[in-house]
């Protein structure tokens, strides 16, 4: 056997057996780098950083800014055709209002920015003064007005409700996120027109005054066009709640009540000059209603 020929034998088996034998380690390396992949995700799944915590309701807040109309300013509260903010349901100091229950120094850290006659698309730029003092809990009661038209054509859209409300919502949110919103339900207006015209004075104030003549004009009218005009405006009223709520629920730290709506005021809890307004007792009425809700303890 010529010696080359054995050399070169030799020389292929011992390439033959390198290759089996790297053959054989390739699947016990790819396992090796496999599982150090699966290390490198989980140390990377766990670099991740923690969600942020959901807000939670502060039950006590510091401060109090409240937003609105004419029943936040307490009008014919205590006088003919005149606000009484003294007993606003909200920051009242002549009666156990929101603030005074709340805050331990009402008179420096509550503020009224509330309008008689306003309507929502005021809200925005009492937010922006509200938002100037930075309060812990805003308070917004509204939209009465936007229904209380001179005729039901001349109503607010619930359209353009809910466009000025989500307005007023959003410059709160971009300005003090962690500021809470306490949104009270508009009140059932028919509900004031089946008390309010039980008394004579009060229907003669309501013809005066205009008040609410979308719903009071004509107050012992009860023919057709005067039933349906009622119910466009009681609709309309359920309408507005039905955004206030829902706008509401899209907010972490926004609660609504619709126990305003669903509260049926009697005669002594309505002003005594219009039988429309809250009295001092129907401002108290509210004051316990807004309580209630904000320092209920929800999860």
Not at 69 to 91: H, K, M, N, Q, Y
Not at 149 to 168: D, G, I, K, L, N
Not at 229 to 250: H, K
Request: glycine share 6%; proline share 7%.
């Amino acid at each position: 056997m010529p010696p080359t020929w054995g050399r070169s034998r030799t020389m292929a088996l011992r390439a033959a057996s390198a290759a089996v034998s790297a053959a054989l380690l390739l699947p016990v390396l790819a396992g090796c780098d496999s599982g150090g992949g699966d290390k490198e995700k989980s140390s990377r799944a766990a670099a991740k950083p923690e969600p942020k915590p959901r807000p939670v309701w502060n039950t006590r807040p510091a401060s109090i800014a409240s937003l609105g109309d004419s029943i936040t300013r307490g009008f014919d509260a205590c006088s003919v055709l005149a606000d009484c903010p003294e007993v606003s349901w909200a920051t009242g100091t002549q009666v156990d209002s929101l603030a005074r229950r709340l805050l331990p120094s009402p008179g420096t850290s509550s503020w009224n920015f509330a309008k008689t006659g306003a309507r929502m698309a005021d809200l925005p730029r009492q937010m922006e003064a509200a938002i100037a003092q930075k309060p812990e809990l805003v308070t917004v009661l509204m939209g009465a007005n936007d229904a209380c038209r001179p005729s039901v054509t001349a109503m607010t859209t619930p359209e353009q409700f809910r466009t000025q409300f989500e307005t007023a919502v959003k410059e709160l949110r971009r300005s003090l996120p962690r500021s809470q919103l306490y949104v009270a339900g508009i009140p059932d207006l028919k509900r004031l027109w089946s008390e309010g015209r039980k008394d004579p004075l009060g229907k003669q104030v309501w013809q005066l005054a205009s008040v609410c003549p979308s719903m009071l004009h004509d107050a012992d009218a009860q023919d057709a066009a005067s039933d349906e005009r009622r119910a466009q405006v009681d609709q309309r009223v359920g309408e507005y709640n039905a955004v206030l709520e829902d706008v509401c629920s899209r907010d972490e730290l926004c609660r609504y009540d619709g126990s305003v709506h669903g509260y049926a005021f009697t005669g002594e809890q309505l002003s005594q000059w219009d039988w429309f307004h809250p009295s001092r007792q129907g401002q108290q009425t509210l004051a316990d209603m807004a309580y209630q809700a904000v320092t209920a303890d929800r999860r």
